[in-house]
């Protein structure tokens, strides 16, 4: 059974940093690209970041460029994001994403307000 598990939101003030995580099971993450989407009410879902299964390639949203960085460490199995300089506009759910298979995680509340 397919499982992408994501942890590490929550309420944030501006200018201040988090770091997402999402365990993957039931599959071979370390075979597969990933990505990771946002969506904040009334908005569509959209792309944030993504990278290649064997780390040569990422890709990002302009909105986030330079603020967040996507990695991954295939020996645990597990896509992080690591989110700097937050604005209030970067409040939205996030989710894990599997490009490949086109699995979804439950996604994780980020918050950013003072």
């Known amino acids: 059974q397919v499982h992408l598990v994501e942890s590490g939101g929550g309420l944030v003030q501006p200018g201040g940093s988090l770091r997402l995580s999402c365990v993957a099971s039931g599959f071979p993450f370390g075979l597969n690209d990933m990505s990771w989407y946002r969506q904040a009410p009334g908005n569509e879902r959209e792309l944030v970041a993504g990278?290649?299964?064997?780390?040569?390639?990422?890709n990002y949203a302009d909105s986030v460029k330079g603020r967040f960085t996507i990695a991954r460490d295939n020996a645990k199995n597990t896509l992080y994001l690591e989110m700097n300089s937050l604005k209030p506009e970067d409040t939205a759910i996030y989710y894990c994403?599997?490009?490949?298979?086109?699995?979804w995680g439950q996604g994780t509340q980020v918050t950013v307000s003072s």
């Open positions: 994403h599997c490009r490949s298979r086109n699995y």
């Open positions: 990278i290649t299964w064997n780390r040569r390639t990422t």
